[in-house]
């Protein structure tokens, strides 16, 4: 059975960081392709980034130069540093596995708060 679950979120002041984590079982992390996804209140879910098993990276244009997208073969887990945070980055984040760069997600995980003050 095929299980990703998330750590990591939190609350913090805008301008501050936090480091998401993705733990994968289940699948052979080496041949998936990891994303991170997230849901503001009110809004549809997003792509924010995703990494390929070459360790090529991909990221919405509202975090590029902020959040840096990143995976450790050997402990099966995909992190997501988030620096220089905004309130307009509180959501509910999600990690995702998927088989290749334009496939739908397979498997999602459980997601984890993300909250910005200011």
């Known amino acids: 059975q095929v299980q990703l679950v998330e750590s990591g979120g939190g609350l913090v002041q805008a301008g501050g960081s936090l480091r998401l984590s993705c733990t994968a079982s289940g699948i052979t992390f080496t041949r998936t392709v990891l994303a991170w996804y997230r849901q503001a209140p009110g809004k549809q879910r997003e792509l924010v980034a995703q990494i390929t098993t070459g360790r090529i990276t991909d990221y919405v244009d509202s975090v590029k130069g902020r959040f840096t997208i990143s995976r450790d073969n050997a402990k099966n887990t995909v992190y997501l540093q988030m620096n220089s945070l905004k309130p307009e980055d509180t959501a509910v984040y999600y990690c995702?596995?998927?088989?290749?760069?334009?496939?739908?997600?397979?498997?999602w995980g459980q997601g984890t708060q993300v909250t910005i003050s200011s």
């Open positions: 995702a596995a998927k088989n290749s760069l334009f496939t739908a997600v397979h498997t």
